[in-house]
Structures are given as structure tokens and as C-alpha cells.
């Protein structure tokens, strides 16, 4: 039996202080450049969480609003205020700094992350409020030390700076004297990471109303990597952040593959539950403090406040079939193989139209594509284009070379079958999971049958090859499920109301 | 006389854009040598 | 452009001597192109990388324009990219890259 999709959760931590200090844009400018205008005008480009909460972008990212809503909205989005500024939404919340700062000192387990004793008392009764937050996490939080000694810490002991609003509220220390990989500078990265997978998992939690025991195995797809000098690459993000989520009952291991790690974890998720190795698996990730600011030379230049200012996080729950949730068809995968170049005619194709091809489908036969579902607000002004919209571009081109599609039709195309970017560039993030979500509920809506997530990665980052990666699988409406066939109620109206009117036109030229 | 036939060609591609490899293939169609392929990431 | 891509740009350049090296652009479109030929004819634009005020003059061209497509193999092309440029707003992405070489091409 296929595995299904019980739900997903999508998080937000706004992180304005980590973007000054942790984004490597900004690391790199106060190396080369510490005199530089763009490192002084900076502080004046960043948004207050009140700016964050009213993003349109972030509000489709958490739930509150969908990606059709978002497409209606007249680009550029950040000069624009969202009707809707919840903080939590119906996949997730967008956490605000200081919750988080307390969140990663809970998530710390080798008394690395200091905070000031006034800090902690003033911000961990908000954190209490927290709907996702239990006792067990709560816990966790110490009373904090004196701010004097987080000072001289920073300043003596190479620990990383913990701020909040500019001031100096806590420390990441380092893990050991002479290891890099245990620097104070890639605790703090991971540490970031685990807490952001650990919001995610217990909102997955939350939003599924499943039981924390029923989790079996966790894989965590992020882009960082733990270990010591020993062992650089060691893990295991999933098991760290299961154990402060409270999944007792599970183990887990860290997929990776850059911004297609997210999808290759979703396939293996799927074969793990498909072959009945275990019932429910969640797949994780947290986010990436080094591309916080990323493109802010850009955004600076053109008068934009920095949006990239969002550490962001998802899980996704993954359980035997119940024959309604929507199922993933592990019979139509798409693999971007050694042999398949790196031409982006050949990308695509062996992504979207050759599993398509094998399984008998054509493109069209997918109601909706998910590939790399970067916000445009944040990539068009750093010179990146719109990167959805160049996807379904190359997708539509495949199409109407392969006939599915008649050119006349290639408008049409693109705007039944695609999706507007909403994801924080945070790499792996945004890599076709983002909208796993709202596929779901489309699926059990009957707006659709299915959609295909495509991630693709970047491996030659990483100068072990020149590769590029990437691989798809498909969503379906579960096959024992009684949701209508791709047919909403106003359709069915419309067909009936213009049938009518047909009937009576008919009629009407009968007695003329 | 052409512009790349006989020169060394650096590529620096985009992952977005067009990659380094598929620009080092058609310099290479060129009669261009092609010294270093590089492909830049954004997102 | 990325820090260590200048480097290597700079050192090819010495190693080769400008007038022997010719760089090919990939990038998405019109602006992104044009900083990236202006940082190596130029110099960078952003002050940040190790060609921050090197005027090296070379030859560049984004992979997509008319004159040095037709050196490439038309088969070639059509497998790598030319669909990719169906894709990109290669009207802009000439313009650009001809006024940087028209302002600071020295080859």
C-alpha cells in the first residue's frame, strides 16, 4: 500500500540580529570590507517582526493565506501590508527572536548557549504561551547567567554572540578549544538548525494530532552538518531534535543532497512506510543562519528592506495508508542521474518529463507543479529571476515540444498548472516542499488529482563534483478516497447553468 | 577570425541561468580551451 | 561575483595575459549579467572581491548572445541551452552585456 501524507508543518523564526551577524554576506563584508556603506546602511534596511508578520510571503508560507491568494497580489510584496498578520497559522507560526533565542537555549544539550539572566525572566513567559511548547521543553530553560560574564565571554573566549534588538542578551560557546567543527560559530549554525527542525516537529505534532509515540524514524534534510574533527559529517540532526521534540519511540538519520535533500528524504520517508520497515516517518529540516541576508547588497542598493530575514523550518508526516489521505506514487519518479549533464533541457526533462513518459502521462496530466518555490519579491532584485517562474517556463517548453501542450495553450499553462514562489530562500527550504502543505488539502478538496514536488540541488557547491541533483515524486488523491474527481461544486454549477442556457437557446430557436 | 577559437575560456555560469558545464561544452564546440567552469548560486 | 571566482579570473589573466582570455556569462538575466562583465573589465562593482579597482579589460560575453553563438556548435547549443533561452529575457541581457563592453572592453 502506498504511503500517505497525514500533514506538514511550516515555521517561521524572525531573526533580525543573526542576519547581521551569522548571515555570511555580512561575515565575508566585515572581512573584506569592514568600512563598507553597505555594512553601515544595513541596520536601516531591517524589518521589525510586526513587518514580518504582515509579509504577504510569510503568511502563505504558515497557512493563513494560499499561493493563489499570494499570485493575486500585484508584485513587489514587501511595499505591501497583508490583510492577515497572525502570528500562527494553520501549518505552523512564525516565532519571534527572543522566543527563539530561548527555544535554541532549551535544544542545547552541552551547556554551550548562555543567555542573561534578565532576558530569560522577561521573554520565557511568552514562550509558556506557546501553544506547541510543553512542560518537557519549558524545562529545559535555565535562569540564565549575569550579562557581565556573557560580555567577557564573547570577548575572551570566542563564544558567538546571542543578540536581540543590538544588544548582547546570550552566548553560543564553543564545544571544544581547537576543533573547528565544534567552534563556538558552528554550534551556533547547528544549534539554529536543530531548534528551528524542533518548532517544526512539534508543530507537525500539533497540526496532525498525532501521538508523539506513534513516530518510528525522523530524516532530517537540512544543509549543515555535525560531527567533530573526526568525524566532520557525523549526525544526526533527526535523532538530536527528536529527542527535544519528545518523539521517544524514535530513531532517525540525516539525509542530504543541498536544496534536494528535502525531496530525496520525502522519497525515502515514502519507501520506508511503503515497504512496511516503519508506520510513520517525519521528515525535518531547520533552517540556515549563513544565508540570512544573502542577497542584502541588493536589497540594500535598491531601497529594500532585507528580506531575508527568516530562519524557516517544515516537517512532514508520513503514514501507512488510511485511504484518505493523499498518497505518494513512488511508481512516477523522476531522477536527475549521473549520465543526465547539466544542460537545464536535460534537468528538466529528467525530472518532470521522463517519469511522466514512463508512467504514461503527460504534463498536463499534473494539476500542479512544485519545483523551487523561492519567494521572486527576494530573488528578482538579486539578479536570480523569478525561479518558479523560469521552472514552468522550461516545463511548458517540454511540453509543447512533446505535444502535450499546443502552443496556443502555453498561456493557459502557466497559469492552471504552476504556483507563485513564497519561500525564504533558505536553500533546501524552499526546494518543492513548500507547498506538500496546501497539495494536501487541495487533494482532499478535489481541486486536484495531482501534483508533482521537484527538488533540484546544487552538488557542485560542495567541490567533490561538478554534478548538479535533483529528483520528483507525485502526490495523488488517495485511490479509496470518495473526494470528488477534480470537480468543485461552483464547476459543477457553472456546467449546469451553461448547459441550461444552451437548452433554452435551443428552444428558443425552435420556436423562432 | 572568431572570439573564442584558440583562447582560454573562463565560465562563470549560474545556477539559475545557464550552468558552467553546458557553457564549457559550447565553448569547447568552439575550438576554445577552457581553463576554469565555475557555476554561482543565488538561492 | 563570487570572492574566489575573481581570484581565479584575476590569476588567469596573469597566467594567460588578458588579451588571451575570454569569459562567458550564465547568469538569469540583463542586471546580473552586466555586474558580472563589469567586475571583470572593470573591476567590482561591490568593493568586495579581489578585483575591487583592477580594470582587466578582458573579453565578456553571456553565453546567449548572437555573436558568440554562431561560434558554437548549432547542435551543441541546442542540447545545452537553447531552451534556457527561450526561458531568459536575452534582449536585455544583450544590451547589457554590450554597453559594459563598449565602456570597458580593452580587447
Known sequence: MKSVIKGASYILAHTPDMVLHNGTTQTTERIVNPDSEYLKELPGHIRSYEQVLSYWPNQV????????????????????????????????????????????????????????????????????????????????????????????????????????????????????????????????ENIVSKASSVLALLSAVHTTGISKDEVEYVIDCCEEACGDMNQRGGGNFAKAAAEIAGLSNATGSDARGFCAGPSHAMIEAAALVESGAYKTVVVTAGGCTAKLGMNGKDHVKKGLPILEDMIGGFAVVVTQNDGVNPEINLEILGRHTVGTGSAPQAVISSLVTDPLERAGLKVTDIDKFSPEMQNPDITKPAGAGDVPLANYKMIAALAVKRGDIAKADLAKFTTEHVLTGWAPTQGHIPSGVPYIGFAREDLLAGKITRAMIIGKGSLFLGRMTNLFDGVSFVIQKNAGSNAPAGVSEEEVKGLIAKAMKEFAATLLAQAD | MGILAGKK??????????????????????????????????? | MDLENQ????????????????????????????????????????????????????????????????????????????????????????NEMTSIREQYCKY
Open chain 1, 61 to 188: 508560507y504558515i497557512g493563513n493565506k494560499t499561493p493563489d491568494e499570494l499570485a493575486a497580489v500585484e508584485q513587489p510584496w514587501y511595499d505591501k501590508t497583508c490583510d492577515v498578520s497572525d502570528r500562527y497559522g494553520k501549518f505552523g507560526q512564525i516565532m519571534p527572536q527572543e522566543e527563539f533565542l530561548l527555544l535554541m537555549q532549551a535544544c542545547d544539550v552541552f551547556d554551550l548557549v548562555k543567555l542573561d539572566s534578565a532576558f530569560v525572566a522577561a521573554h520565557k513567559p511568552a514562550l509558556a504561551q506557546n501553544p506547541v511548547m510543553d512542560e518537557s521543553i519549558l524545562a529545559r530553560i535555565g535562569d540564565g547567567i549575569d550579562g557581565a560574564e556573557i560580555a567577557r565571554l564573547v570577548s575572551e573566549e570566542h563564544s558567538e554572540g546571542l543578540y536581540h534588538n543590538g544588544a548582547l542578551v546570550g552566548c553560543v560557546n564553543r564545544a571544544h578549544d581547537i576543533d573547528v567543527n565544534l567552534s563556538a560559530h558552528v554550534m551556533h
Open chain 2, 9 to 43: 575560456v573562463v565560465i562563470i555560469g549560474d545556477r539559475d541561468g545557464i550552468p558552467g558545464q553546458a557553457i564549457a561544452a559550447c565553448a569547447t564546440s568552439a575550438g576554445a580551451e577552457v581553463v576554469f567552469s565555475s557555476t554561482e548560486c543565488f538561492v
Open chain 3, 7 to 94: 581570484k581565479r579570473v584575476k590569476e588567469f589573466a596573469e597566467q594567460y595575459g588578458p588579451e588571451n582570455v575570454v569569459v562567458l556569462l550564465g547568469a538569469a538575466e540583463g542586471e546580473a549579467s552586466g555586474l558580472a562583465a563589469e567586475t571583470v573589465t572593470n573591476g567590482d562593482p561591490t568593493y568586495a572581491g579581489p578585483l575591487t579597482g583592477v580594470q582587466l579589460g578582458l573579453r565578456v560575453y553571456h553565453v546567449c548572445e548572437p555573436e558568440i553563438k554562431q561560434e558554437f556548435d548549432p547542435a551543441v547549443y541546442d542540447d545545452q541551452v537553447s531552451m534556457m533561452e527561450m526561458v531568459l529575457d536575452v534582449d536585455d541581457i544583450v
